[in-house]
């Protein structure tokens, strides 16, 4: 027999005599736990869910598609996007929507703090989300010791979740959407001063020579592939060192323009000439780059609007009818293993003391 089992035999021995009183003070004590837990304040959990805007898989490719040497641009403006539900959790958690929900339901006095900051942790305790694994629903779970206020903070995540991501850009269509839109602005402004620049220059027959309409569209579709070349660098460089591979290639992408241009640029054979040839260049680079941005900035609107209608309420929070916390058949079954230890404890220590004097 090892020394394990002996101990355990001895141990039986000792408290085979008390197991009356032993047993009648795990009941008491059960009794005491179940009734303790009526002294404690009931606590109800409200439920909503939600699905989870996603992305426009079809749309998206076909943008990408239509966008020649845009392509990669935009995959580098939109390539960060994360998981959308991922998104939305991280909103749900943020201090901006938190506070929102304090302040409205005046959770500093609730809870019964004397800092925001505090109310925040409060909250965070009694508010929990969670995204499902399979089909990416989003659950709103809120703690209250009252049904009525729980369901209306839960429901209230949702109004003010909504309020929030309007206002943010999210989805890769949002992202496209402010991209193109910035640089459909600055196109513009470029595009009315070329106008205003070609209708200011000089011309005489001389300068049909030059050809200036073929000249002038060979030249801009030279400048628009530049201006996006150099774009896509510059995005690139932002998550790339300058040695790397892609960067490297797309320098000389770059350089390889460049080059093209100079040589698109020789002087003419007179001054006014030569201005007309390249205001006129100049204005054909202008329109084609604007074209280009303002056929992107439509697809990316018409996106996003299909985006914006994915925000689906699933289940509305209603006060519960039922309390969640505390479970008095838990606490009662622990208030009764706690006192069958403590009994066996308080026995076994009688048991050594009485045989103390013996030893001695």
Request: charged share 20%; hydrophobic share 40%; aromatic share 8%.
């Amino acid at each position: 027999m090892t020394t394990n089992d002996a101990s355990t035999e001895s141990l039986f021995r000792i408290l085979t005599p008390h197991w009356r009183a032993i047993a009648a003070t795990a009941f008491a004590a059960g009794v005491l736990g179940a009734a303790g837990s009526f002294l404690i304040p009931p606590t109800y959990t409200a439920r909503a869910s939600f699905i989870s805007p996603q992305p426009q898989q079809n749309s998206m490719a076909a943008a990408l598609a239509s966008l020649g040497a845009l392509s990669g641009l935009a995959g580098a403006v939109t390539g960060g996007v994360k998981s959308p539900a991922d998104q939305y959790v991280s909103l749900l958690q943020s201090v901006n929507l938190s506070d929102r929900i304090i302040d409205k339901f005046k959770l500093v006095d609730v809870y019964d703090v004397k800092f925001k900051a505090d109310a925040r942790k409060e909250l965070a305790e009694n508010a929990r989300f969670s995204v499902g694994k399979k089909d990416s629903i989003i659950a709103i779970e809120v703690d209250d010791h009252d049904p009525k206020r729980a369901a209306e903070m839960a429901n209230t995540y949702l109004q003010e979740l909504r309020a929030l991501s309007d206002g943010l850009t999210l989805t890769e269509a949002q992202q496209r959407r402010v991209f193109f839109e910035q640089q459909l602005k600055q196109t513009q402004a470029a595009l009315n001063t070329a106008q205003q620049a070609l209708q200011k220059s000089g011309f005489n027959p001389a300068a049909l020579k030059f050809e200036p309409k073929a000249t002038g569209e060979m030249y801009a579709k030279l400048q628009a592939q530049l201006v996006v070349s150099e774009l896509k660098l510059q995005a690139m460089r932002r998550s790339m060192s300058d040695d790397a591979i892609e960067v490297q290639r797309q320098l000389v992408i770059v350089n390889g323009l460049r080059d093209q241009l100079s040589r698109q640029e020789r002087p003419g054979s007179s001054p006014s000439d030569q201005n007309y040839v390249s205001t006129y260049r100049d204005y054909k680079y202008q329109e084609a780059l604007f074209d280009i941005f303002a056929r992107q900035y439509e697809l990316a609107k018409v996106d996003e609007a299909k985006n914006a209608n994915l925000f689906q309420v699933i289940d509305v929070a209603a006060p519960p009818e039922r309390k969640s916390k505390p479970k008095r058949s838990v606490i009662a079954l622990g208030a009764m293993f706690g006192g069958f230890l403590l009994a066996c404890f308080w026995y076994r220590r009688k048991h050594l003391q009485s045989l103390a004097p013996l030893s001695a």
